[in-house]
């Protein structure tokens, strides 16, 4: 079946400290893999995906990479903002699949 | 572009009331869907809707849950009657396509509180 193991939080990281967010995933096929983001009080938004492996996502500063065999799309940015504090859940889509599997989501506070 | 709405945001019940949640998902969106988020978790599927049909409600509680979506634009959720463990937030979503890769677009969500 698709599950979607992500690190535990909650994560705390001073202002410009790197995040690594680990993910890792089980699917069949070949998935589609997300990074969403919640802000406080806002509804769940993409931030990054990859359709296929060795595909690098990235925006906003974050980045994620496709590990097809270490089955693995870890969230990583060099220098964490204040405003990155928010919730971040990982995501697959399998083949032939209509919807998204969810993580348990990490929280991220970052402190000035 | 205006967002998907969802209202209303917040609402607390007792326990074997009923409770609707209403969605308007992005304009010309074909695909809308209805998850739950429970404290802790990630959001799971509850309903897929494509146009005003069903594509997929496998988890759907189908004993006390049900949804509808009218004209293939607006979609309601109700719980009837509502349990303790029905306190979640509950997520409309809508895309272009339902296919791989398509890109999914959250409302802010309805938080439900049953006591």
């Known amino acids: 079946g698709n599950s979607v193991t992500q690190m535990e939080g909650p994560v705390t990281l001073s202002e410009e400290a790197f995040l690594t967010i680990n993910c890792t995933y089980t699917a069949t096929g070949y998935p589609s893999l997300f990074w969403y983001v919640q802000y406080p009080g806002e509804g769940l938004q993409l931030l990054l995906k990859?359709?296929?492996?060795?595909d690098k996502g990235s925006n906003k500063g974050f980045e994620a990479t496709y590990r097809k065999e270490t089955t693995s799309f870890h969230l990583e940015k060099g220098s964490v903002q204040v405003s990155d504090s928010a919730v971040y859940f990982c995501a697959l889509l399998s083949t032939g699949a209509n919807n998204l599997f969810f993580g348990t989501g990490t929280r991220l506070t970052v402190i000035p | 572009e205006a967002g998907v709405a969802q209202s209303p945001r917040y609402k607390i019940i007792e326990k074997r009331q009923s409770v609707a949640f209403w969605c308007n998902p992005i304009?010309?969106?074909?695909?809308l869907y209805w998850y739950q988020q429970i404290l802790g978790q990630g959001p799971k599927l509850l309903i897929q809707f494509q146009n005003n049909g069903v594509v997929d409600d496998s988890q759907l509680p189908k004993d006390r849950f049900s949804a509808e979506r009218l004209k293939g634009v607006d979609s309601t959720l109700k719980i009837q009657p509502a349990k303790l463990e029905d306190s979640a937030v509950y997520l409309c979503a809508s895309s272009s396509t339902g296919g791989q890769g398509g890109r999914s677009f959250f409302g802010p969500g309805t938080r439900l509180t049953v006591l």
């Open positions: 990859a359709t296929k492996a060795d």
């Open positions: 304009s010309g969106h074909a695909t």
